[in-house]
């Protein structure tokens, strides 16, 4: 396929990445995910594991905040997720300390393409040029905007919850008063400014090229993500029922900190062990490690 690199980025990356992006659609973890047949808790499982993803991530991002390729896009009061996330996980397993969940504690040690992925991104983050980080970005967030707006529709009709348990894929309103949520209208006007400062920030073939290869290679690493899905025949029936609660919230606590902490530390973030940087990491992304 010959690739036109004078044209707008963003329309370069979505025909380039449009047939990868259509058989990823049509994968058994995406049909589940988006048909409303997957069990609730699988559904809660793959949250914890978006979690870990966007962490990572959105950590990164603010690293690298005034990068001359990262900083057009970058704007964590609107598309920052990891809160929101841990909110709905914290929502549908009716505990803020969702790190001693059994559910939790049960996917330990975390599926190797999960752990393959954030390395990747902490790699790139630690690396002599973070402008790669910027595929991932875009794969994110603007699949957040997009078909995560079905997800969230599907997601409250499979499972009859309220709209306050689905927040991962709501965006603030622009201009808007606090809290108040994007309509329809919103969401196309958040994907056009997304598009536009990514435009602004990738001009360069060689610039173009570095990223467009990185976004082939971030919607591998999604495919493999959406891969650990487990079809509702596949998956554990009722587990966060099954499962009794932590017999000590102390002990339970303590064990959520040892496998997040071990998470952090294959992920090249152990250098601060369990100091003031480790426990910022909640404070910023929503998890609470209180009993």
Known sequence: MDIDYSQPFSQLLKAATKDTHDTISKSPGAQALTSGTLERDEYVRYLIMLWYLYITLENALDAHANHPVLAPTYNPAVLARAPAISTDIATLLETPAWASHPLHLSMHPLPKPLLDYIAHIQAISESDDPTPLLAHSYLRYLGDLSGGQFIKRTILKSYHLQDHAVTAYDFPKPGGLPGEIADQGDILKLKNIFKQSMDESITTPQAKQVVLQET??????????????????????????????????????????????????????ASHTLGCNFLSLFGNRGLSVAS
């Open 216 to 269: 082939k290679l971030a919607y591998r690493f999604n495919a493999q993500l959406l891969n650990l899905i487990r079809p509702p025949s596949a998956s554990t029936k009722g587990l966060s029922d099954v499962l009794a609660p932590t017999s000590s919230p102390l002990l339970g606590v303590g064990v959520g900190l040892v496998l997040v902490h071990t998470y952090l530390m294959y992920a090249g973030r």
